[in-house]
């Protein structure tokens, strides 16, 4: 089977219950899961201690994919703040879209096709707002993003989404109607489904999981699926 391995996780800048911000236990957890495709949320240059060398953007690039782009929705003198989108094979007709609602935090989504070696992979990788209203008009952002459907389909990230009435799941679950359903957030007990792999065909869902050893670098555990291409 022509499978492809996908991975999200919000790193929470690495910092949750990582004090020390050690990118290197954030990359070997990451490596761990060999993904093909990886999605990280809240990467975060603004905590990076002065012994620490390197800003976390191009560091997590160098370390887990040969392609890659970082979004970056705040950039001040201190550092920068954003997501970043990571693969072993290349990245096409690549977009940074914003998403980012009136009076609320600057969000993005980042749309691209990955050129796998099983023929194009469509790929949006986003980190959500937290407010109902801002995830309803960043839903349908969304949506008009996937086009067509004429190839493998895959939204996935840090989606904010716990309420049923006025999802986004519901929006999109029409459009990618494979999902993951792991409880991602807070990682020490896991309540909430934020983080998730939404995916079109649906049979395209071979297996998904979490990782419960990522609660001690980060509030969010990631998810990882097994994909047919």
């Not at 950039?75 to 879209?97: C, F, K, M």
Request: aromatic share 6%; with cysteine; charged share 25%.
């Amino acid at each position: 089977m022509n499978s492809v391995r996908l991975m999200t996780w919000n790193i929470h800048g690495a910092f949750g219950r990582n004090p020390r911000f050690d990118l290197d236990r954030v990359i070997a957890l990451v490596k761990s899961h060999a993904p093909d495709i990886v999605a990280l949320q809240e990467i975060d240059s603004r905590r990076v201690r002065e012994a620490q060398a390197g800003n976390p953007f191009d560091v997590l690039q160098a370390a887990l994919g040969s392609h890659g782009i970082g979004a970056k929705t705040v950039v001040t003198a201190d550092g920068e703040y954003g997501q970043a989108l990571i693969s072993r094979w290349p990245l096409e007709n690549t977009q940074i879209h914003d998403l980012s609602y009136p009076e609320r935090e600057p969000r993005r989504a980042i749309c691209t096709d990955v050129a796998t070696p099983f023929g194009p992979l469509r790929v949006i990788a986003t980190h959500l707002g937290l407010t109902l209203r801002e995830r309803r008009s960043q839903a349908i952002a969304l949506l008009s993003m996937l086009g067509r459907l004429d190839r493998p389909t895959v939204a996935l990230g840090d989606f904010n989404d716990w309420l049923w009435a006025g999802s986004v799941r519901r929006g999109l679950a029409r459009a990618l109607p494979g999902f993951s359903r792991h409880r991602t957030f807070p990682a020490r007990l896991p309540l909430f489904e934020l983080d998730r792999i939404y995916l079109f065909p649906a049979s395209a869902l071979i297996a998904s999981c979490t990782d419960h050893r990522a609660r001690e670098l980060s509030d969010h555990l990631p998810v990882i699926a097994d994909i047919a291409v």
